[in-house]
């Protein structure tokens, strides 16, 4: 057993043990890396085209945008005016629809009739549908 270190037991006897390699710790001038500059990183014509592209993409999308709100705006006005004119011609309808129902009663007509000597024949009367 005389690979196997050694330990301490209870009674605080030395005994020898095995040294333990245990690695080695850097320091701060060892962990730091050497700065190397580098060069800017220079645009080429492809870089630039797809800048420009994309800024140009962006530019008629914002406008594309703001023209749709404006046409949809416009449209909702137009339609409030138009149904605003269709009420009042439905309004107008209904009020003329009224006034020949009144004209046409048969009470007003056998009054005027009568007010122009005319006489009612039974005879004579035939009802239209």
Do not use: C, H
């Not at 333990?20 to 962990?31: A, C, L, M, Y």
């Not at 993409?57 to 709100?69: D, G, H, S």
Request: glycine share 2%; charged share 20%.
């Amino acid at each position: 057993m005389d690979g196997l270190p050694k330990y301490r037991n209870n009674y605080n006897e030395n005994v020898v043990s095995k040294p333990i390699n245990q690695p080695k710790i850097k320091t701060n001038s060892q962990s730091r890396a050497k700065k190397i500059k580098l060069a800017k990183p220079k645009w080429n014509a492809m870089d630039l085209v797809m800048v420009g592209s994309v800024v140009v993409t962006i530019i008629a999308a914002a406008f594309l945008v703001i023209f749709m709100a404006n046409k949809s705006t416009t449209t909702n006005t137009q339609l409030a005016a138009t149904s605003a004119q269709l009420e009042q011609v439905r309004n107008k309808n209904n009020t003329l629809k009224q006034q020949v129902s009144d004209l046409s009663s048969p009470k007003r007509l056998n009054s005027i009739a009568e007010k122009n000597g005319l006489t009612l024949k039974n005879q004579n009367i035939r009802n239209v549908k």
